[in-house]
């Protein structure tokens, strides 16, 4: 015996409305306007199809389940369109997608996102924090945060072939996003089209309950007004992610990059970019934009937000940025759970338990940085085994107590670990000095009494060094070791020493 038909109604909202989208599900021949309800569907999945319009780029075709006795509700954006004639993503290789290899940009940590509003994109950042942008778990047409959000880890669909990866959707705990930005987005006015004010705020860091890339992730690059902008550096740089629609003959659910290349972006404002040399497509957008840094490896720099005026915009990562990623990862090992009621955790910019401070670390001797003199931080695993030498360069990271640790230099003593205290909203400096192992010669004394040699030289009082002493300047002998004392002088008792007129020669090395 049949069971009693069940039936839903569903009601499709467009924006922006200049664009004077429609839409029509799958089979139906009449194109519908925004806001308007199908009633006694039958429940279960429907297809929903866009119109193209000129100016516009068509929403993709989506798949929608209609819940029985329910008024149900979906948004889609008509992007404004991006004439261009830059470098346009190309397909990659499974091989490209599900292997990491060395110099390689980091399409092994990225993966698709399906959100009540669309699809996105995102790169694996920290083991458990994916990174995109705010506008993939927002709503343009409510102006609310999404409650439905997918994570599809190196997704590939290429169904048929061994090729053919479908991972299993998993759902972030929650996200971090800056506390303006659905202000901003409210203030704009204008769904589809951001303000350069949203786009500076059109982040957002996911967190997972477990590693969102099986325990691998990219890194990331941090951008500093006052230091690296790495987006306007003259390293190679690439955009990943998975468009859904923007070109004939695009395969919705595969992975693309741009081919890398020496890319142009000009500053709109604060840390938002925009070039003309690449373009993205739609889906894209919380895709990385990555750089080609200097140990020949690449990182996320920006987000991609999307084309705006002909030009493709990208949301720089500085330490605002850094912020919510350090959020989202201290909050995704806690027992914070906010799945299922799509809560939302919020933090601005500046301020709070995790707000970033600068730091300058200045090595001295300029020499000693020729010679292989460097820092890095010890708990630094976004770029392991590189340090930084740039005395003049501003760093940021969030306010807390960091340990820095220093690569040997040739004919230098390495410096041991120094603590680093970094204090929010402050710039601080610490001067590091590499002492040289080089012998310092002497061919007299300027004073011998008592039994004691007294040698001056220009070395910082405390220094404490090892003297040896020689008759014909190729046996040394070492007589002990000392400090430089207040007045310069440097003090070593000399059993051979019989009176002031002693003939031997006399040099100091330096002892840790």
Known sequence: MAGTPSYGSLTVNLAPAAAGGQWRLQGDTNWQSSGFTYSNLNSGNQIVEFKSVSGYDTPATRQVYVADSQVNTISATYLVDIPSGATIPSLLQFSDVSQPLAGQPPYPWCGQLLTDSG??????????????????????????????????????????????????????????????????????????????????????????????????????????????????????????????????????????????????????????????????????????????????????????????????????????????????????????????????????????????????????????????????????????????????????????NYTLTFHAASGYVTPPNRPLAVVASQTGALVVTYTSTNIVPYALPIGMSNGVVQLSFSAPTGQRYAIERSTNLTAWVTLGTNTVGADGVLRVGDSNLTNNLQRAFYRARFAP
């Open 119 to 400: 699809y996105g994109s995102g790169c694996v950042v920290k083991p458990r924090v994916v990174l995109t942008a705010a506008h993939v778990v927002f709503n343009d047409a409510s102006l609310s945060f999404v409650t439905g959000v997918n994570w599809f880890f190196q997704r590939y669909q290429s169904p048929g072939t061994a090729d053919d990866y479908e991972p299993p959707a998993q759902v972030p705990r929650g996200w971090y996003v800056f506390s303006g930005y659905a202000t901003a987005r409210t203030n704009d006015n204008s769904p589809g089209v951001s303000s350069p004010v949203s786009q500076n705020q059109d982040v957002a860091a996911l967190y997972f309950m477990a590693d969102a890339g099986r325990g691998g992730y990219s890194g990331y690059l941090v951008s500093n007004p006052n230091g690296t902008e790495w987006l306007q550096a003259g390293a190679q740089k690439t955009l990943i992610g998975y468009p859904v629609d923007g070109a004939a003959g695009l395969f919705p659910g595969r992975m693309y990059g741009t081919i890398p290349g020496t890319r142009n972006f000009a500053q709109v404002t604060n840390q938002v970019f925009s070039t003309t040399d690449i373009l993205g497509y739609p889906g894209m957008s919380g895709g990385p934009l990555c750089v080609l840094y200097s140990n020949a490896t690449y990182f996320p720099a920006g987000i991609f937000l999307g084309g705006s005026g002909g030009a493709t915009i990208v949301r720089a990562i500085d330490g605002a940025v850094a912020d919510l990623i350090n959020r989202a990862e201290e909050t995704a090992y806690t027992s914070d759970n906010n799945t299922g009621g799509g809560v939302i955790l919020l933090t601005s910019s500046t301020g709070g338990l995790f707000a970033t401070g600068n730091f300058q670390v200045m090595i001295t001797p300029a020499a000693a940085i020729t010679a292989g003199a460097g820092w890095r931080v010890t708990t630094d695993t976004n770029n392991p085994g590189t340090y930084y030498s740039d005395s003049n360069a501003t760093y940021s990271l969030p306010a807390e």
